[in-house]
């Protein structure tokens, strides 16, 4: 297009640079069409995020790793966890049969599934919220 041409609604501007068709909810995101009061003629496009999805991931309890393997692994590999929480953690998933040992965004929790299933212990799916 020209300098100085008038160009149409939805055209890419940097205002509003258009998405590809289908591009918007595959990123999560909605469409909503606002316009300015008085101003029929002239809309804008928002784009609002969707939440992103969360996953739990839980140990469960088996006749095969030892509360010290169980402590090492959380500790290894989940951010921020403290040895006195995985003992605690190691003990409930032997009193209960599993715990949820970290929650958060689902694509952290596939990795930290992956880590902990790679050391050998036994995962229930991750469980989105």
């Given at each position: 297009m020209a300098l100085g041409s008038s160009s149409p609604v939805g055209s890419s501007s940097p205002v509003g640079c258009p998405l590809p068709v289908g591009s918007a909810s595959s990123l999560g995101l909605t469409r909503?069409?606002?316009?300015?009061?008085?101003?029929?003629?002239?809309?804008?496009?928002?784009?609002?995020r969707a939440p992103y999805p969360e996953a739990r991931v839980v140990v469960l309890d088996d006749d095969i790793n030892t509360f010290q393997h169980v402590v090492e692994c959380l500790v290894r590999h989940i951010p921020g966890m403290l040895t006195d929480r995985a003992w605690d953690l190691a003990h409930r998933i032997d009193a209960e049969g599993s715990a949820v040992v970290w929650t958060g965004?689902?694509?952290?929790?596939?990795?930290?599934?992956?880590?902990?299933?790679?050391?050998?212990?036994?995962?229930?799916?991750?469980?989105?919220?």
């Open positions: 909503a069409t606002a316009a300015t009061p008085g101003t029929a003629t002239r809309s804008a496009t928002l784009l609002e965004p689902l694509e952290q929790a596939e990795l930290y599934h992956q880590l902990l299933a790679a050391e050998g212990l036994t995962m229930a799916p991750l469980q989105r919220d």
